[in-house]
């Protein structure tokens, strides 16, 4: 299926996150005609050296400021005659949601809020009913396969199943995938939702897992893995999560959800380990492995077990399917990381 993206300006939020700022420069790209305005807090999260490549495309804008702020947000809207939306920003760390739930409810339901309310109050008229000029505008949510809970040993997510969240975090992501729901029963609001998987590559923030390893490997430390490193995980190339969301903002129905999922599924420990030997061979140490760094600390609170995606829908309506495997993926990410900590 051909992707055609008929917007003029769309709002990416959270364009200088890990995976806004891989979409930014993807989407461009791919769509010569479309402008994107790139609306961002620059939190600690938020690192605008990530868009270095696109800094100066003309068709690039970027605004700083809370999703939060009913005032920016409806002007931005006005000003650059936004069409589109590609929501990304979150607050996403489970540990600090845990920590500090305070932010996570503010900006990823409030936030949400806020941007649903100015697209409403820009492209309809009334009810079912969009403006002159806006029958094609689209608000597409980006979620996380966190608001299902926790699976066993067996079985898949799909967007049938029934949402279950266990940290304050899924919870309030959760809580933002009914408002967007919301928005399009009530008021006929051109939405689409996805729900990913765990995401790996390039420009993640040091705070998560994969960057977390290399960087503890690389500095010398040790490598802390949470209980016993079993809790499972359906990994996704960034870059093919990138794909997956251009269809579905350009192909998916109105009012669907789309899970996408990496069909990668490895085990904490695993994913040490594995990162650990591919060190070993591109820096090896003066003696031992990397993997001798391991250390298993206290577990998560309310640990999730397993995650995995079934992307049957979005491969089988849309034709999406992923292009890396988590061995290419790796080591296309541990590559990236390592010119970053030497040149650091």
Known sequence: MGIEITNQCVLVTGGAGFIGSNFIPYFLEKNPNVQVVNLDKLTYAGNLQNLNEIAQNNRYH???????????????????????????????????????????????IEGTFVLLE????????????????????????????????????????????????????SASKA??????RSYYHTYGLNVVTSNCSNNYGPKQHDEKLIPTIIRKALDAHQIPIYGDGSNVRDWLYVLDHCRGIELVFANGKVGETYAIGGNNEHNN???????????????????????????????????????????????????WKADENFDTGIAKTIAWYIHKYQTA
Not at 175 to 180: I, N, P
Request: hydrophobic share 35%; proline share 4%; net charge negative.
């Open 62 to 108: 970027f605004a700083e400021g809370d999703i939060c702020d009913r005032v920016l947000v409806e002007a931005l809207f006005k000003k650059y005659h936004i069409d589109g939306v590609i929501h990304f920003a979150a607050e996403s760390h489970v540990d600090n949601s845990i920590a500090s739930p305070d932010n996570f409810i503010k900006t990823n």
């Open 269 to 319: 420990l695993f994913i040490a380990q594995k990162i650990c030997s591919l060190l070993d061979r591109l820096q090896p140490k003066q003696t031992g492995s990397y993997s001798e760094q391991i250390t298993f600390v206290n577990d998560r609170l309310g640990h999730d077990y397993r995650y995995a995606i079934d992307a049957s829908k979005i491969e089988n309506e849309l034709g």
């Open 175 to 180: 809580s933002s995938d009914f408002l967007v």
């Open 118 to 169: 100015a697209a409403k109050k820009s492209w309809m008229e009334s009810p079912n009913n969009p403006k002159q000029g806006f029958k094609k505008a689209r608000f597409h949510h980006i979620s996380t396969d966190e608001v299902y809970g926790s699976l066993g040993s067996e079985g898949f997510f799909t967007e049938q199943t029934a949402y279950a969240p266990n940290s304050p975090y």
